[in-house]
């Protein structure tokens, strides 16, 4: 398989080129130069393979040539080592869990796989590589997590200053070793925009040898398809002769760029809804056509804090840029803090199930969104335990384990690209 940009050019890359490059050398990101197609037969006994033999189908024809079957095969076990659930929440409303990783949200799946990609491809270079990535609070843990004892790798995550939750904060700072958290006296897109600075410095990546880790990063998106696979396996029986849509919490869109793509492999999603907080580019580009960056808004739903989404370019490039096209397979809706508190006390109350900020928002949308015929599934895409000082909002008497943000190890630096070389410069 061979990547391309998603700004045009000729470049043409390998699977471990694109991961060791991370960005394009034209700022574009990459993608599959084309999407394979799985045979029908492969979906019509789906509920009879495994998860691991599932991933394989999937993952082997986008990174043949840089990995063995039996280098993905040992991947991917590594990678998917816990349950991805679906749970019945009301009728033909069902919530896909993708906390039951170590950091409790779903960027375990992809961090865990690419840091082993990158592993793998640097095995054989002398040179320690750095893992420069921008986080608003859940990336930062999963990549930390990770990365984290990984020989060879030096790891610094940029967050933003009083913007990521306590239980990020601590999963972030708490690792130490190969892993450097540097706080940064701004917001989430001051910190990616410092990364991109980074990536686009010459001389500095003449001296360093420099790997992303964002939603950015290839190896991080191509391992997503695989819980919309899963959770089409797990919901295949129950959808009689109703059609299966997916609404996916959304913030830099790589979550939903993983299910355009599982998609159009063959997967049977009917359509998905991209679900925001109070930061709806995306949701006024559906409309209009065009995308306006706008400066991120603070919400209880922070992982979802992003004004301009890194993988737009690629649901553009996906869709040949005709927002007709995204249209017919995307729907989104917007929601503000208010809703969410109540929304995560209303299903509590009447479902029992208790949403993080994050799922309330997917499940929102759900609701708003479903039409007659259609089972539907929301992304609950990180444990309610890690937005404790949200959920309490809602539910008053809800108890979590304290952390101690006392002894934790960070750098601390202004939003200013020079500090930033200072730091990583050798
Ligand atoms: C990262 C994250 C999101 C947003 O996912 P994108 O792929 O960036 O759109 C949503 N919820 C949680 C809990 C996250 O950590």
Redesign the pocket.
């Known amino acids: 398989m061979n990547y391309i940009s998603t700004r045009k050019n000729n470049e043409k890359v390998s699977f471990k080129e694109a991961v060791i490059n991370g960005l394009s050398n034209n700022g574009g990101l990459y993608f599959p130069e084309i999407i394979p197609q799985l045979p029908i037969s492969f979906f019509d006994k789906i509920e009879n393979l495994e998860d691991n033999e599932i991933a394989f189908k999937v993952l082997y024809p986008f990174i043949k040539g840089s990995l063995t079957a039996v280098q993905l095969k040992a991947l991917i076990t590594e990678t998917i080592n816990f349950p991805i659930p679906v749970v019945s929440v009301e009728k033909d409303i069902f919530a896909l869990e993708l906390f039951h990783g170590p950091t409790q949200?779903?960027?375990d799946v992809g961090a865990r796989f690419m840091s082993r990609c990158l592993s793998h491809f640097y095995a054989d270079k002398k040179e320690a590589i750095t893992i420069l990535v921008a986080t608003?609070?859940?990336?930062g843990s999963a990549v930390a997590n990770g990365f984290f004892n990984l020989p060879g790798v030096s790891v610094k995550i940029l967050f933003p200053k009083g913007k990521v939750s306590p239980y990020q904060e601590y999963q972030m700072t708490g690792l130490g070793k190969n892993i450097k958290a540097i706080e940064v006296d701004g917001t989430f897109d001051d910190c990616q925009k410092l990364v991109k600075e980074a990536f686009n410095d010459n001389q500095l990546r003449k001296e360093i040898s420099l790997s992303s880790a964002n939603?950015i990063n290839i190896a991080r998106l191509l391992p997503q398809m695989l819980y919309y696979f899963f959770a089409y396996k797990q919901l295949k029986l129950k959808l009689k002769d109703k059609d299966l849509v997916v609404s996916?919490?959304?913030?830099?869109?790589?979550?939903?760029t993983a299910g355009l793509l599982a998609k159009n492999m063959g997967l049977p999603i009917k359509r998905f809804i991209a679900a925001h907080n109070a930061n709806d580019s995306f949701n006024q580009y559906l409309k209009t056509g065009r995308l306006k960056k706008k400066a991120s808004i603070l919400t209880y739903?922070n992982?979802?804090d992003?004004g301009n989404?890194s993988?737009f370019e690629r649901i553009e490039h996906l869709y040949k840029r005709v927002v007709n096209s995204v249209n017919q397979d995307v729907s989104s809706f917007s929601f503000n803090d208010d809703m969410t508190i109540e929304e995560i006390k209303n299903c509590y109350n009447q479902n029992n199930y208790m949403l993080?900020p994050?799922g309330a928002i997917g499940k929102l949308a759900l609701n708003k969104g479903i039409k007659v015929n259609e089972v539907g599934v929301f992304i609950e895409?990180?444990h309610p335990q890690k937005f404790s000082e949200i959920i309490i909002k809602a539910i008053p008497n809800y108890c979590s384990d304290d952390v101690d943000l006392k002894n934790l190890k960070k750098i601390k630096m202004n939003n200013s690209y020079s500090e930033l070389k200072g730091l990583l410069s050798p």
Do not use: E, I, R
């Not at 919490?249 to 979550?255: E, K, M, Q």
């Open positions: 949200a779903f960027k608003s609070g859940d990336t939603s996916v919490p959304s913030g830099n869109l790589g979550n939903l739903s992982a979802m992003v989404p993988n993080d994050h895409t990180a």
